[in-house]
């Protein structure tokens, strides 16, 4: 089956670890996206990356940071740097002007 | 300014009703535009593209304003299903970023 896979689909960090969030896709897309949801809010973009090495910084990269060494994948690190990290965290790909998303991380800080 | 600035809502409405969500967009090299649906706790997944001519699928008709920069969806004769958060988004063009509002939350009560 194509898409996008996002691991794991709950995660407890501890305070002032790093953490990272796998985001894989099979669709052969170009671009893909990492956004940060806190409830009640909407999407916000931390970062985008529209072909392999080579990414951009997003509206709120601060306390982020991503690589994209394969077309397939697009992981991203929550570094201590983060002041509030726990969120629901969404991983999302596109060939054309459409994207999809993952199902989707939660992350909890403890 | 936000990118994409969205209807805040919440909106509740009683079953059949006609409902609209309005957004705007503050990038006009934006090319492409979209809603999403999200249920509780899910991913939001792709409802329509809005096109400058409108378009409709059954329920639901999109409409994009370049002029004033302004997208709306509307739902007719709404059923309990259609209860979720409605997103608008935008982007694409050269840089492919793409950024979306913060949703409306819909309730259709019986």
């Known amino acids: 089956d194509g898409g996008i896979t996002q691991s794991p689909k709950y995660l407890f960090r501890k305070e002032g670890q790093n953490v990272t969030l796998s985001c894989e896709q099979n669709l052969n897309h170009d671009a893909m996206y990492w956004y940060r949801q806190d409830p009640g809010q909407g999407l916000r973009l931390i970062y985008y990356s529209q072909i392999v090495n080579d990414f951009q910084k997003g509206d709120i990269a601060e306390g982020y940071s991503v690589s994209r060494e394969k077309k397939e994948s697009f992981p991203l690190t929550v570094t201590s740097a983060q002041k509030n990290p726990t969120a629901f965290y969404l991983c999302?790909?596109?060939?054309?002007?459409?994207?999809?998303f993952g199902q989707g991380t939660r992350l909890t800080v403890v | 300014r936000k990118e994409v600035e969205q209807d805040p809502g919440p909106f509740n409405v009683p079953e059949g009703a006609t409902v609209a969500f309005n957004c705007t967009y503050s990038?006009?090299?934006?090319?492409?535009f979209f809603w999403y649906r999200q249920d509780c706790r899910k991913e939001p997944k792709l409802l329509m593209s809005v096109y400058s001519s409108g378009n409709e699928d059954g329920r639901f008709t999109a409409q994009l304003n370049r002029a004033s920069q302004y997208i709306s969806l509307l739902i007719r004769d709404s059923k309990l299903s259609d209860s979720a958060t409605y997103l608008c988004?935008?982007?694409?063009?050269?840089?492919?970023?793409?950024?979306f509002g913060k949703g409306t939350l819909l309730t259709v009560n019986p």
């Open positions: 990038n006009s090299a934006s090319q492409s």
């Open positions: 999302a790909s596109s060939y054309g002007p459409e994207a999809f």
């Open positions: 988004g935008g982007g694409g063009g050269s840089n492919y970023k793409l950024t």
